[in-house]
C-alpha cells in the first residue's frame, strides 16, 4: 500500500505542477493578448486618423485644383487681352505710316 500511497502522491504532485504550468501560460497569452488588443485598438485610433487628414488633404487638393484652373482661365483671357492688344497696336501703327 505504501508504493500505491507514494504513486499516487508523486501523479497528484505531478498533476498540481502541470496545472500551475498550465494556469501560468494562460495567464501569459491573457496579458499577450490584452495587450495586442490595446495595441489593435491604438492601429485603428491611427488609421481613423489618418482617413481623416487623407479626405482632408483631398478636399485642399481638389480646392487647389479649382484655384489653379481658374488661374489659368485668368492667365488664358489676359493672354487674348494682350495679343488683341498687340494686333491693334500693330494696325494702329500701320495705320500711323500710311498716312505719313
Not at 1 to 23: F, R, V
Not at 83 to 99: G, L, P, R, W, Y
Given at each position: ?30 496579458d ?66 500710311e498716312?505719313?
Amino acid at each position: 500500500l505504501g508504493i500505491d500511497d507514494e504513486s499516487d502522491s508523486d501523479t497528484a504532485s505531478k498533476q498540481n505542477a502541470d496545472d500551475e504550468e498550465l494556469a501560468e501560460q494562460i495567464r501569459k497569452t491573457n496579458d499577450a493578448n490584452h495587450h495586442l488588443s490595446k495595441m489593435a485598438d491604438a492601429l485603428k485610433h491611427e488609421n481613423t486618423r489618418l482617413m481623416q487628414q487623407s479626405t482632408h488633404y483631398k478636399t485642399d487638393n481638389a480646392d487647389m485644383q479649382r484655384q489653379l484652373e481658374k488661374w489659368e482661365n485668368t492667365m488664358d483671357t489676359l493672354t487674348q487681352s494682350m495679343e488683341f492688344a498687340s494686333t491693334a497696336i500693330d494696325q494702329h501703327t500701320a495705320e500711323m505710316v500710311e498716312k505719313d
